[in-house]
């Protein structure tokens, strides 16, 4: 995977935490999305879930494309009552973007192989 110096930024601000239980980030979604867009992945696709009755979105979908490199980022993002900041999952060009030092269950470091087993 590309480096990702947007993203690295943040983690390095304390603005984008490794959730191992979630497999997910916890930040705000647009410190994400920007950082991604300074990344040089321009936005092709968002769009915001609204299924509470608070109307507060519930998560929602980026999508963006850098051109030159044609490489794809996506972001997911699920909002949680109560929470400042999302679960943010984030994928370049098919490889989840997790936290380096992230270990699963097993012991084994987290390696994205694109299937199971």
Known sequence: MREMIGLAELRRQGRMTWMELENGWVAAPEDILTALAEDGFAECKRELTTS???????????????????????????????????????DVDGQSFVDPGAVSPSGASYRDDGGEG
Request: net charge positive; glycine share 10%.
């Open 52 to 90: 509470r009755s608070d109307s507060r979105p519930a998560g929602g979908v980026w999508q963006g494309v850098d051109a030159r490199t044609a490489t794809v980022a996506s972001a997911i993002w699920v909002n949680r009552p109560g929470w400042q900041q999302a679960i943010v999952f984030i």
